[in-house]
C-alpha cells in the first residue's frame, strides 16, 4: 500500500503526462512577454499594453488615440484662426462698417428717451458728452421735432401733472424743475396755468392732514414743521399758513386753541409773501 501511494504521489505509472506549450520554446506568445519575464509552465506570460508615457513616439503619431504635444489634430483651427468656412474675430471685426456720427446720434438718443420722456435741451446735452458736432446735434433733433419725437410743450404738461398729483409740488417747484430741464419759460407757464389757487390750496391741504396723523409734539412745534414741509415743496407762505392753522384747528382743542392766535397774513408779510 504504501509503495503504491508512494507511486501515486511521484511521477509514476498515473502521474499525467506534461501538457505541451501553446507556442515553440523558441517563439514568444503574441504581443510579446514582458522584459525579461518568461513562460511559467503551460501559463504564457501576462500580455501588457505599453504607457503612453513609456516610450516616445515619432513625430505626427499619437499614442492611444491621443495628439502628441505640440501637434494639432487634423482639421482643428490654429488659435486665432476660425475654422474653415467661419470668419474669425479679426474678420467679422473689419466686416461691420464703422457708424456715421449722424447714426451715433440717433442712438444716443435713443438710449436717453427709453429712460423716460427727454427735452430738447437734455438730449443736446446728452449729444455733447457723446462728442457729437454741434451742426448733427441741430439736423437730428430738428428731425426728431418734426416727427414728434420731441414735444417741450407735451413734456411740460405731463410733467406739471405727474410731480403735483404724485409728488404733491406747487406751482413754484414744478417752474424750477421744468426749468433745470430746459423748458422755455413761455411754454412752462402755459403748463402751469392747468393749476389753479384751489387745487394748488386743495393740494396743501391733504399734504398737511396726511402729515398730522403721525406728528408729535406741542401744536406750536408741529405748525413750524409741517409749513417747513409746504414751504420746501415750493408753496407761498400764505397758502401753506392757512393750511396748517385749518387743520389744526380741526385736530384737537389744545390745537384748535394755538390756531385761533395765528395771523396768517401777517405771517405771510412777515415772510415776504406778495399774495
Not at 124 to 137: F, H, N, P
Not at 230 to 253: M, N
Request: overall charge neutral.
Amino acid at each position: 500500500m504504501a509503495g503504491r501511494r508512494g507511486a501515486r504521489s511521484g511521477r509514476g505509472w498515473d502521474a499525467l503526462p506534461p501538457r505541451p506549450p501553446r507556442h515553440p520554446p523558441d517563439e514568444h506568445p503574441p504581443g510579446g512577454a514582458v522584459d525579461g519575464e518568461a513562460e511559467r509552465g503551460n501559463v504564457p506570460a501576462r500580455r501588457r499594453r505599453p504607457s503612453p508615457g513609456g516610450y516616445p513616439a515619432a513625430p505626427g503619431e499619437t499614442l492611444w488615440g491621443a495628439p502628441v504635444r505640440g501637434e494639432t489634430v487634423r482639421g482643428a483651427p490654429v488659435r486665432g484662426e476660425g475654422v474653415r468656412g467661419v470668419p474669425g474675430r479679426g474678420e467679422i471685426a473689419r466686416s461691420v462698417p464703422e457708424q456715421s456720427e449722424s447714426e451715433r446720434a440717433r442712438e444716443i438718443c435713443l438710449r436717453q428717451l427709453s429712460a423716460r420722456p427727454r427735452t430738447r435741451a437734455e438730449l443736446a446735452k446728452a449729444l455733447t458728452r457723446g462728442q457729437i458736432s454741434a451742426e448733427v446735434i441741430d439736423e437730428v433733433l430738428d428731425r426728431y421735432d418734426e416727427v414728434g419725437i420731441i414735444d417741450d410743450a407735451a413734456f411740460a404738461r405731463a410733467w406739471v401733472s405727474s410731480r403735483h398729483h404724485g409728488r404733491g409740488l406747487a406751482r413754484r417747484a414744478l417752474a424750477n424743475e421744468l426749468r433745470q430741464r430746459g423748458v422755455d419759460t413761455e411754454v412752462a407757464s402755459e403748463a402751469l396755468e392747468t393749476l389753479d389757487d384751489e387745487a394748488e390750496a386743495a393740494t396743501a391741504r391733504a399734504l398737511v392732514d396726511r402729515k398730522l396723523r403721525s406728528a408729535a409734539g406741542p401744536p406750536e412745534a408741529v405748525f413750524r414743521r409741517l409749513v417747513g414741509m409746504l414751504a420746501r415743496k415750493g408753496y407761498p407762505p400764505g397758502v401753506a399758513i392757512r393750511a396748517v392753522k385749518d387743520a389744526l384747528a380741526a385736530r384737537d382743542a389744545e390745537a384748535a386753541e394755538f390756531a385761533d392766535q395765528i395771523d396768517p397774513d401777517a405771517l405771510a408779510d412777515e415772510a415776504g409773501d406778495p399774495s
